[in-house]
């Protein structure tokens, strides 16, 4: 008999080894291709990161796209990276045209603990956020005992990515 | 080839548990239970190997969870109104209880008046039986799934996503070889669902127990005694090397009776 609870994470349970090293789970392609699957192009864009003085950590440089059909802008698409404990987490979040989010994906893990966050469940928590929302760990996002840095610091980068759009990319013309 | 072999093996697990069904059911007039129900007080009545089976492992659990678990509540189930009026040769004693219950090689017999209801445990020795039916057959891996009491058998692992009384993921467990059944109370102005043995009361509502053992007739019946107890279910769990996770509508509750 084998069982892991992976959603919570078993109040005393005997933690099986985790063996998730490097484990890419989507490129960035197709996290694009799922979020957007409308989109004919994804446009690379830039915005002065430095103007926003976001608390960011050194070396902050997420990657950001424009997705649309054709003239009709569909959202945003970034690439970004967090320190889980201590290896990056690299992620992907879309928002929709309003700034909401559409999806959030995991697309490489590196740590040998704390890749529930990568569980469709605890992703979905973050559907339809805005910037308008906390988007804060233990208040509208639940943490998962066992991960709680991954979680931490990967609600934290939504966050960011979320300033970042609304200051930066929601105002500037499309 | 393979496909009609597969498809003739479930047919056979299907028709397995068609037949515990017509064996267990409380209200169907040819079941051993009410075979059971109609025979004189204190009179043996030879029943299928199956319902022994269950019944042997019924009384063990009630043994192991001191009558929380107990297959007699079945008078208070009919009495609410959950269960049917059972054809009947004699009226319940509101005193009996699992130890009334006497089981020989064969048979069975009741030495006071009382009804048995073994859908706490039967619908989790189904899944089992067709299980291992598959099994037999050659299956390499299986997964029976009866509405959420579910086993499953072979080297593949499975996550199992445990829904609350909303219908929302409260849970996920990654299970290999192993069974997981989930019972939910219902809110008290509802019907009772569970009854705690102990006391014979409705067990109070909105809360979730999911239970994981080596097999889902364990894990069916351990449900109850998780509901009805909380934490304090962890020995009984631990008499059956199994474990428990509870949750509302709101949060997690607690995972415990992990076997070491």
């Known amino acids: ?174 | 080839m393979q496909r009609n072999f597969a498809s003739r093996a479930i047919d056979i697990a299907f028709a397995e548990i068609a037949q515990i069904h017509r064996l267990m059911s409380f209200h169907e007039p040819g079941s051993d239970l009410s075979r059971l129900h109609r025979a004189r007080t204190g009179a043996w009545v030879s029943v299928d190997a199956r319902t022994r089976e269950v019944l042997a492992y019924a009384l063990r659990v009630a043994r192991e969870s001191n009558g929380c678990f107990d297959p007699t509540v079945a008078a208070e189930q009919v009495a609410s109104g959950y269960l049917p009026e059972p054809h009947s040769a004699f009226v319940p004693d509101s005193n009996a209880s699992w130890r009334d219950i006497e089981l020989n090689d064969d048979g069975v017999r009741l030495c006071k008046p009382l009804w048995i209801d073994l859908g706490g445990i039967a619908k989790g020795y189904a899944v089992d039986r067709a299980v291992e039916i598959l099994l037999e057959t050659g299956a390499p891996q299986t997964c029976v799934n009866a509405g959420g009491d579910l086993r499953i058998a072979g080297p593949r692992a499975e996550c199992v996503h445990v829904r609350d009384a909303s219908g929302a993921i409260a849970a996920a467990v990654e299970l290999g070889d192993a069974a997981i059944a989930s019972s939910t109370s219902v809110p008290a102005h509802a019907t009772a669902a569970h009854r705690d043995g102990e006391n014979k009361q409705p067990i109070e509502g909105g809360v979730t127990a999911s239970v994981i053992a080596a097999n889902c007739m364990t894990a069916d019946a351990l449900t109850k005694v998780v509901l009805a107890r909380g934490a304090a279910s962890a020995r009984t769990l631990a008499a059956f090397g199994a474990q428990a996770s509870v949750h509302d509508l709101r949060s997690v509750r607690g995972t415990f009776g992990v076997a070491a």
């Open chain 1, 1 to 174: 008999m084998h069982a892991r609870w992976l959603i919570p994470i078993g109040v005393g349970a005997a933690q099986a080894a985790h063996v998730a090293h490097a484990t890419q789970y989507m490129t960035v392609e197709q996290a694009q291709r799922a979020a957007f699957p409308q989109a004919t192009t994804f446009e690379m864009t830039r915005a002065d990161l430095h103007a926003l003085a976001l608390d960011a950590p050194a070396g902050w440089s997420p990657r950001i796209w424009q997705a649309r059909n054709g003239n009709q802008l569909l959202g945003w698409f970034f690439a970004d990276a967090v320190i889980g404990k201590s290896e990056a987490i690299d992620y992907a979040l879309a928002l929709d045209a309003n700034g909401s989010v559409i999806a959030l994906e995991v697309l490489q893990y590196r740590e040998s603990h704390g890749s529930e966050v990568r569980l469709a469940p605890w992703r979905k928590q973050f559907v339809g956020k805005t910037i308008r929302d906390p988007v804060a760990l233990n208040q509208d996002i639940k943490n998962i005992s066992g991960a709680t840095l991954s979680c931490r610091h990967l609600t934290e980068g939504v966050q960011r990515l979320l300033k970042l759009h609304a200051h930066a990319l929601l105002t500037a013309p499309a």
